[in-house]
């Protein structure tokens, strides 16, 4: 079942490379008490999710900031290494988006974006969505409802909700 506008953020663990490798980071703990944007998509590197999901919340991360948001994150379903070498690939955390791996999809199934794509290789993998959570609760959804598109869920489309 998809996680709706009113309903608290499911209990999930995301990981990022620290200094002595792969580290923790609970989802309760990261959005309590705070505003957060949370964006899901298919895979780092992949075409659409570099060209264009990730590149619109680099773009418009002041404006979020300005509306009072605390933290932009992209998960996707990739380990943390290759969350780190596409932060330094692309420059999302300087521009001011925290890229978080959601190693064993847990994030993913709770929300109910799970997807798989076998004839690309894409198991249990996120579908396109991005949200806003207030204090761990959800209070705005997107998803894309066409395969491959990247229209509903940009930066641009969520920050207009706002």
Do not use: Y
Request: proline share 5%; charged share 20%.
């Amino acid at each position: 079942m998809t996680i709706k506008p009113g309903d608290r953020l499911p209990d999930a663990s995301l990981s990022r490379l620290g200094e002595r490798g792969p580290e923790q980071v609970p989802l309760a703990e990261i959005t309590a008490g705070r505003r957060v944007v949370i964006f899901g998509l298919p895979g780092a590197f992949t075409s659409t999710c570099s060209t264009a999901h990730l590149p619109s919340f680099m773009r418009t991360a002041q404006a979020f900031k300005d509306k009072g948001v605390d933290e932009i994150i992209c998960i996707a379903a990739n380990d943390a290494w290759v969350m780190d070498a596409w932060n330094k690939d692309t420059g999302a955390g300087e521009a001011g988006v925290t890229l978080l791996a959601d190693h064993a999809s847990d994030l993913t199934k709770g929300l109910g974006m799970e997807m798989t794509v076998p004839a690309v290789g894409f198991f249990s993998r996120s579908k396109r969505f991005a949200l806003l959570a207030e204090d761990g609760v959800v209070t705005h959804l997107q998803q894309e409802t066409a395969p491959g598109a990247c229209d509903l869920t940009t930066g641009e489309s969520l920050l207009a909700v706002l």
